[in-house]
């Protein structure tokens, strides 16, 4: 009895936090697919498509999403004809490069150098980003995105939105007047199954989160273990982060609280877990293939471990 | 499955979202849940879910500008995999962790090795008398202290010369100590970052001597006055309140330590 009275104050209590920014990102992606021209991101960004995925990275600054809400609008824009790689990298850097999870970093990290760790932060995350956007650039679409997602795509970016969002054999087109009315109940109903599409594999991953979250402690003592392993403190970190699956602008007040650990683990736990956690597990396969998250999971833990790693080493030298 | 009932399946299982967050919120119940500053956008959220799922319900059968196919997940398992967790969770719930997660939590630990050392670094040096007058004294002598105050002191060594052997009273909730052999419980509060997911138990020790707490029930709110020490104990720092008198008391209109 008293693990279920465990699982259903965590679960309920990640759910209530985490649905709202859900709910935004499907308002704006269905407001993007019914409003937004077929392209029109596309047309926003440099043609150089290396220069398209620097600038991607850094929408953040303009546009701040946290990894919850930040998933059903890439699934739009990349129908939309958003380039697969600028959509990745804007997907992963979107969380940690905004303003919000710049100022929650600072405020956590205030009396324990905030600068660096925001900054670490924020550079690391641009700079991950970036790396796996042009590994993507040089992917066959098909092996990133998941079928469905393929299956609806912007056929060039010079079309309608009706004739490029809906080659999926509706038959809607020319039929329905084209109000204002009629692109209000498009908008909607768009948002609509965006919503249950995320809220589907958000829900099985805050479950999963809450399973895991009640029964931490056996962790948190095997973590204190681990936390003066040069190697081992960043990575268990990381599964930390993963297995907490907390949003991008809070999680700083937990990294803050974990003295034991060293500068380097921590920013491994600030970086990581804004790109990929139990939910974000789940959320990733409504947009992307599931061998592609694998091999994304296996090179962010590499790569940020690394990196973290050489941060320390460079701040202890 | 009609593109409609499936409209109307979907737009049902938002509306459960919406419930859910508007009833936490109305009931006030969402105070053991999230953190201040999460509570106006849940609420907002509830809002939007219930305008997103009305608006769908309603129109379900209209035809829209351009309709998207439906959705790649069967209707059914979508609406159960997103209102039987939630359902479960709403009639399992009691608003509150057992002591079992709690133990896990922190509740047990002493707070040398949960972090306090770090927070209270960032508090400002302080002097005996500063420390007094800081604090409201009862009728009977003691200085009312926050919990968190004793919790970060354990952190500091001026702080703990400071405090050790003052005669104080605090608040938060009890809880029986396993190891204590009826000698010794726990009081303490939760420390919520964003949600109850992220609390911290935020304890002190109670030396009960041979006051007996039965007055108190386990998880109750109680008001706690003593003599504090900080003792060495399985090679920590504790800090332990030997208590003189323990009461029942009102919780407080913020149960939690919030990071603001």
């Known amino acids: 009895m008293d693990a279920r009275q465990d699982f259903a104050l965590a679960f309920l209590s990640i759910l209530f936090e985490g649905a709202p920014f859900i709910l935004l990102g499907t308002l704006v992606s269905g407001l993007l ?15 150089n498509r290396v220069a398209a995925v620097l600038v991607s990275c850094l929408l953040g600054a303009i546009f701040p999403v946290c990894e919850c809400a ?4 890439i699934r739009r824009l990349v129908k939309k004809g958003l380039p697969v790689s600028c959509g990745l990298g804007y997907m992963l850097a979107a969380p940690i490069v905004n303003p919000i999870t710049a100022l929650s970093t600072w405020k956590a990290f205030e009396g324990q150098s905030p600068l660096m760790m925001t900054g670490g932060r924020l550079a690391l995350g641009y700079l991950i980003a970036v790396a796996v956007a042009l590994i993507v650039l040089r992917l066959p679409v098909g092996m990133v995105l998941r079928p469905s997602m393929l299956a609806e795509p912007a056929s060039s970016p010079d079309e309608s939105p009706d004739e490029s969002c809906c080659d999926h054999g509706c038959g809607c087109h020319g039929e329905a007047p084209d109000s204002s009315d009629g692109k209000l109940v498009a908008a909607f109903r768009s948002a609509l199954k965006d919503f249950v599409d995320v809220g589907v594999w958000f829900s099985v991953g805050v479950a999963l989160t809450a399973l895991f979250n009640t029964g931490i402690a056996p962790g948190a003592r095997w973590l204190d273990q681990v936390a003066q392993h040069p190697a081992g403190a960043p990575a268990a970190l990381m599964g930390l982060a993963y297995v907490l699956s907390l949003c991008s602008t809070s999680d700083a007040f937990i990294a803050a609280t974990l003295d034991r650990f060293s500068w380097g683990a921590k920013l491994a736990f600030l970086v990581f877990g804004p790109m990929l956690d139990v939910k974000l597990t789940f959320l990733y396969q409504s947009v992307l293939r599931k061998r592609f998250i694998l091999a994304l999971a296996a090179g962010l833990f590499v790569a940020i471990g690394t990196l973290s790693m050489l941060w320390q080493f460079w701040l202890t030298r | 499955m009609t593109p409609k009932l499936q409209r109307v399946l979907f737009s049902l299982a938002i509306l459960s979202w919406s419930a859910a967050l508007l009833y936490f919120h109305a009931s006030g119940r969402i105070v053991k849940y999230l953190a201040p500053d999460f509570r106006p956008i849940a609420l907002a959220g509830g809002l939007g879910l219930a305008v997103l799922g009305l608006f769908n319900l309603l129109t379900a059968g209209e035809k829209a500008d351009h309709d998207h196919g439906p959705s790649e997940l069967n209707p059914w398992l979508a609406f159960l995999l997103m209102v039987a967790p939630l359902g479960l969770s709403i009639a399992w719930t009691k608003d509150e962790y057992s002591f079992a997660a ?52 354990t952190g500091d060594r001026e702080q703990q010369g400071l405090l050790d052997g003052m005669k104080i009273a605090t608040e938060g909730k009890l809880a029986p100590d396993p190891a204590g052999e009826g000698k010794r419980a726990r009081l303490y509060r939760l420390f919520v970052t964003c949600c109850a997911a992220d609390s911290r138990a935020i304890p002190i020790a109670l030396d009960l001597g041979g006051l007996p707490a039965a007055e108190v029930a386990a998880g109750g709110w109680a008001k706690a006055s003593g003599t504090l020490t900080f003792p060495h104990e399985g090679g920590l720092i504790q800090p332990v309140l030997k208590v003189e008198r323990l009461e029942p008391t009102a919780p407080p209109a913020e149960e939690s330590f919030l990071r603001n």
């Not at chain 1, 930040?70 to 609008?73: D, L, M, N, Y």
């Not at chain 2, 709690?102 to 770090?118: E, I, T, V």
């Open chain 2, 102 to 153: 709690l133990s896990r939590k922190g509740l047990f630990d002493s707070p040398a090795a949960s972090g306090a050392s770090a927070l209270a670094a960032t508090r400002p040096p302080l002097t005996r008398e500063e420390l007094e007058k800081g604090h409201r004294r009862t009728a009977d002598g003691f200085y009312e202290f926050n919990l968190i105050e004793i919790f970060l002191a």
């Open chain 1, 70 to 73: 930040v998933v059903p609008v």
């Open chain 1, 33 to 47: 697919d019914v409003y937004l021209p077929s392209g029109a991101m596309e047309r926003l960004l440099p043609k």
